[in-house]
């Protein structure tokens, strides 16, 4: 299974940018995708998620700002992210909880990350 992540840049404080990931492999199911985020020094944190029937879950530094959808037919994740500011500065990287076709285990597997820089 590969999480392929894209989207990221700089932008300027009151931006907007929109991250996308996709994933590919032996997928039987995928239950819930989501963003993370890792800033310089800091531990990585949840961003948002979704469930596989669309239910989201926001930080609360992020909420109304962010917003989280997934395409289940194209397995893909994105993340429209609004009002940045410099404390979104950091490396994003997707996440997905995944059933595949050779195993009925449920793993986690993640991206490659992609850096989001808000300059002010």
């Known amino acids: 299974v590969q999480l392929q992540a894209s989207g990221g840049g700089l932008v300027q404080a009151g931006g907007s940018l929109r991250l996308s990931c996709a994933a590919s492999?032996?997928?039987?199911?995928?239950?819930?995708m989501g963003w993370y985020r890792q800033a310089p020094g800091k531990q990585r944190e949840l961003v948002a998620s979704?469930?596989?029937?669309?239910?989201?879950t926001y930080e609360d530094s992020v909420k109304g700002r962010f917003t989280i959808a997934r395409d289940n037919a194209k397995k893909t994740v994105y993340l429209q992210m609004t009002s940045l500011e410099p404390e979104d500065t950091a490396v994003y990287y997707c996440?997905?909880?995944?059933?595949?076709?050779?195993?009925?285990?449920?793993?986690?597997?993640w991206g490659q990350g992609t850096l989001v820089t808000v300059s002010s």
């Open positions: 492999g032996s997928i039987f199911s995928i239950n819930v």
């Open positions: 979704i469930t596989s029937g669309g239910r989201p």
């Open positions: 996440n997905a909880m995944v059933v595949t076709t050779y195993s009925s285990y449920l793993g986690t597997y």
